[in-house]
DNA sequence: GTCATTATGATACCGCGTCTCACATTAGCA
DNA sequence: TGCTAATGTGAGACGCGGTATCATAATGAC
């Protein structure tokens, strides 16, 4: 919430109540999770917090390998995602590999590189292991 | 169409001029330009036949940083895209490199890697001449 | 040419997200 | 504490990309 109220947006219930629940979702969520989980709260403002999260980059926008919408809360700096093909979890890792590699890309192809989307799809471990069953 | 045909696909006149129009298509395009320069062929048909050449290899789906889709032609094999903040045009790039490290990032993250998705946002030689003027 | 199979177009529908607009809350200030 | 401008909210309409339905049309194997 400190992040929102640092950049003068103001602290208001539905707000508080969003990132609350954010704070729980480890991996990943969808907009419609939280209208669920918080139905006094009208799915605009739902929407419209997300946006606003993004935009102040503790948020994430990713897509599922169906290309379907999910998101998650950032916990390190710059990182990237690992999407569970199976159950949708979502994960982060940082490779600075992949950093130094995109700078040698950069010289390969035209233009400037100016940003990326990198996606790992996996079977999670829990996925995994239920499918042995 | 011969891809199509192979797969048992019939050659109907909408999938021909589709096929054809993405042939001259080097930056991708989206279902609504289809539609566009085809008035004649149902909207549902320019999407199933998209769908098509998807699962068949030959198009992919991509998107742009504001996460608006726009498909692309496949020229070679396995590629990853370069999209242009200014334009949206697409280019193809292959990095082996890119490849290894998945395996190596493999190793590192719980979870088996079962695809990827890597988009690299730039901004393309003619937007950035363009700019200057 | 016949006929089963497959594809098509019109249209309704769905999901995700944004816009509008009247109303409610907030925060700053007396 | 009470006022007020600024900001945020909810309901609902709307937009876009894409899919489902279903009656009709085209295809291609014989």
Redesign the interface.
């Known amino acids: 919430m400190a992040v929102l109220e640092d950049r003068g947006y103001r602290s208001t219930a539905p707000r508080r109540a969003i990132i609350e629940i954010l704070d729980g979702k480890l991996d990943g969520f969808t907009a419609e999770e939280i209208g669920n989980e918080l139905p006094w709260v009208g799915r605009a403002t739902i929407f419209r917090t997300i946006k606003l999260l993004r935009e102040v980059g503790i948020v994430c926008?990713l897509?599922l390998?169906d290309?379907s919408?999910r998101y998650s809360l950032s916990r390190v700096e710059h990182h990237h995602h690992?999407v569970?093909?199976m159950c949708g979890n979502v994960?982060e890792?940082r490779?600075a590999?992949?950093e130094r590699?995109?700078r040698?890309?950069g010289n390969?192809?035209?233009?400037?590189?100016?940003?990326?989307?990198?996606?790992?799809?996996?079977?999670?471990?829990r996925?995994?292991a239920g499918e042995e069953n």
């Open positions: 926008r897509n390998v290309g919408p690992t569970c093909v994960g890792f490779a590999t992949m590699l995109m040698i890309i390969e192809i035209p233009g400037d590189i100016v940003g990326h989307r990198i996606e790992l799809y996996v079977t999670c471990e996925c995994v």
